[in-house]
Protein backbone atom coordinates (compact mmCIF):
# COMPACT_ATOMS: atom_id res chain seq x y z
CA UNK A 1 0.00 0.00 0.00
CA UNK A 2 2.72 2.44 0.93
CA UNK A 3 4.70 1.55 -2.85
CA UNK A 4 1.72 2.15 -4.61
CA UNK A 5 0.89 5.26 -2.40
CA UNK A 6 3.96 6.31 -3.70
CA UNK A 7 4.10 5.28 -7.10
CA UNK A 8 0.89 7.57 -7.11
CA UNK A 9 2.68 10.41 -5.40
CA UNK A 10 5.50 10.23 -7.87
CA UNK A 11 2.85 10.00 -10.99
CA UNK A 12 0.56 12.95 -9.11
CA UNK A 13 3.87 14.94 -9.20
CA UNK A 14 5.06 14.45 -12.36
CA UNK A 15 1.71 15.69 -13.85
CA UNK A 16 1.84 18.76 -11.71
CA UNK A 17 5.28 19.02 -12.91
CA UNK A 18 4.77 18.38 -16.77
CA UNK A 19 1.51 21.02 -16.25
CA UNK A 20 3.29 23.89 -14.77
CA UNK A 21 5.87 22.97 -17.84
CA UNK A 22 3.24 23.26 -20.28
CA UNK A 23 1.86 25.73 -18.70
CA UNK A 24 5.54 27.84 -18.97
CA UNK A 25 5.71 26.64 -22.38
CA UNK A 26 2.19 28.20 -23.01
CA UNK A 27 3.35 31.81 -21.86
CA UNK A 28 6.36 31.52 -23.21
CA UNK A 29 4.96 31.25 -26.57
CA UNK A 30 2.32 33.62 -26.21
CA UNK A 31 4.89 36.29 -24.80
CA UNK A 32 6.97 35.13 -28.09
CA UNK A 33 4.05 35.98 -30.33
CA UNK A 34 3.50 39.38 -28.45
CA UNK A 35 7.31 40.58 -29.33
CA UNK A 36 7.13 39.15 -32.68
CA UNK A 37 3.98 41.27 -33.01
CA UNK A 38 5.50 44.54 -31.47
CA UNK A 39 8.60 43.60 -33.86
CA UNK A 40 6.20 43.78 -36.86
CA UNK A 41 4.50 46.23 -35.34
CA UNK A 42 7.68 48.70 -35.18
CA UNK A 43 8.96 47.89 -38.69
CA UNK A 44 5.09 48.83 -39.87
CA UNK A 45 5.34 51.67 -38.65
CA UNK A 46 9.02 52.37 -39.63
CA UNK A 47 7.84 51.65 -43.35
CA UNK A 48 5.61 54.00 -42.74
CA UNK A 49 7.72 57.11 -41.97
CA UNK A 50 9.48 55.80 -44.78
CA UNK A 51 7.37 56.08 -47.12
CA UNK A 52 6.10 59.19 -45.35
CA UNK A 53 9.47 60.79 -46.25
CA UNK A 54 9.82 59.58 -49.66
CA UNK A 55 6.38 60.95 -50.70
CA UNK A 56 7.51 64.49 -48.49
CA UNK A 57 10.64 63.98 -50.82
CA UNK A 58 8.60 63.52 -54.03
CA UNK A 59 5.99 66.29 -53.32
CA UNK A 60 8.88 68.62 -52.42
CA UNK A 61 10.39 68.26 -56.15
CA UNK A 62 7.37 68.46 -57.63
CA UNK A 63 5.95 71.07 -56.24
CA UNK A 64 9.49 72.25 -57.24
CA UNK A 65 8.62 71.12 -61.03
CA UNK A 66 5.02 72.43 -61.31
CA UNK A 67 6.34 76.32 -60.49
CA UNK A 68 8.96 76.09 -62.55
CA UNK A 69 6.81 75.08 -65.38
CA UNK A 70 3.95 77.88 -64.57
CA UNK A 71 6.84 80.60 -64.15
CA UNK A 72 8.48 80.00 -67.93
CA UNK A 73 4.30 80.32 -68.83
CA UNK A 74 3.75 83.74 -66.50
CA UNK A 75 3.76 87.32 -68.13
CA UNK A 76 2.37 89.08 -65.35
CA UNK A 77 1.00 92.56 -66.70
CA UNK A 78 2.55 95.91 -66.04
CA UNK A 79 1.58 98.25 -62.87
CA UNK A 80 1.55 95.43 -60.43
CA UNK A 81 3.69 95.60 -57.32
CA UNK A 82 5.76 93.37 -55.35
CA UNK A 83 3.39 93.00 -52.34
CA UNK A 84 0.39 91.77 -54.77
CA UNK A 85 -0.40 87.75 -54.75
CA UNK A 86 -2.59 85.50 -55.91
CA UNK A 87 -3.75 82.40 -54.09
CA UNK A 88 -5.25 79.61 -56.50
CA UNK A 89 -6.51 76.28 -55.76
CA UNK A 90 -5.87 74.05 -58.67
CA UNK A 91 -7.46 70.70 -59.37
CA UNK A 92 -5.46 68.23 -61.22
CA UNK A 93 -5.80 64.58 -62.88
CA UNK A 94 -3.58 62.09 -62.57
CA UNK A 95 -2.17 63.11 -66.05
CA UNK A 96 -1.36 66.42 -65.40
CA UNK A 97 -4.36 68.16 -66.36
CA UNK A 98 -6.14 70.48 -64.34
CA UNK A 99 -9.64 70.48 -64.41
CA UNK A 100 -10.44 73.76 -62.62
CA UNK A 101 -8.97 76.57 -61.09
CA UNK A 102 -10.11 78.82 -58.00
CA UNK A 103 -8.88 81.95 -56.78
CA UNK A 104 -9.12 81.72 -53.56
CA UNK A 105 -7.42 85.08 -52.68
CA UNK A 106 -7.56 88.08 -55.21
CA UNK A 107 -4.33 90.29 -55.85
CA UNK A 108 -7.14 92.81 -56.64
CA UNK A 109 -6.15 93.15 -59.65
CA UNK A 110 -8.42 91.27 -62.29
CA UNK A 111 -5.45 91.53 -65.18
CA UNK A 112 -2.88 89.84 -62.75
CA UNK A 113 -5.34 87.10 -61.31
CA UNK A 114 -6.45 85.84 -65.17
CA UNK A 115 -2.56 86.08 -65.86
CA UNK A 116 -2.14 83.37 -63.36
CA UNK A 117 -4.99 81.11 -64.27
CA UNK A 118 -3.37 81.85 -68.19
CA UNK A 119 -0.23 80.72 -66.92
CA UNK A 120 -0.85 77.47 -65.22
CA UNK A 121 -3.18 76.35 -68.06
CA UNK A 122 -0.35 77.17 -70.70
CA UNK A 123 1.79 74.59 -68.36
CA UNK A 124 -0.05 71.93 -68.49
CA UNK A 125 0.05 69.03 -68.39
CA UNK A 126 1.83 69.94 -64.87
CA UNK A 127 4.65 67.58 -64.18
CA UNK A 128 2.91 65.24 -61.61
CA UNK A 129 4.27 62.10 -59.58
CA UNK A 130 3.83 58.91 -61.04
CA UNK A 131 3.04 57.49 -57.94
CA UNK A 132 -0.69 57.45 -57.58
CA UNK A 133 -0.96 58.01 -53.38
CA UNK A 134 1.32 60.52 -53.28
CA UNK A 135 -0.47 62.40 -56.82
CA UNK A 136 -4.08 62.17 -54.61
CA UNK A 137 -2.84 63.09 -51.21
CA UNK A 138 -0.69 66.43 -52.49
CA UNK A 139 -1.90 66.91 -55.91
CA UNK A 140 -5.05 66.12 -56.61
CA UNK A 141 -6.07 69.63 -55.00
CA UNK A 142 -3.33 71.96 -54.86
CA UNK A 143 -2.83 75.26 -53.48
CA UNK A 144 -0.38 77.77 -54.95
CA UNK A 145 0.39 81.60 -54.03
CA UNK A 146 1.70 83.71 -56.76
CA UNK A 147 3.48 87.21 -56.48
CA UNK A 148 4.56 89.45 -58.97
CA UNK A 149 8.44 89.59 -57.70
CA UNK A 150 10.39 87.87 -60.22
CA UNK A 151 7.25 85.44 -60.67
CA UNK A 152 8.43 83.60 -57.91
CA UNK A 153 6.27 82.08 -55.06
Not at 90 to 95: D, S, V
Not at 113 to 137: G, W, Y
Amino acid sequence: AQEKAAKEKAAKAKAEKEAAQKALEQEMMQQLAEEESLIRKQQEAAQRAADERRMAQTSEEYVGLIQGAVQQNWSYPPNVNSTMEVTVRINMLPTGEVVSINILRSSGKAALDRSVEQAIMKAQPLPVPNDIQTFERNFRTFTMTFRPENAAW
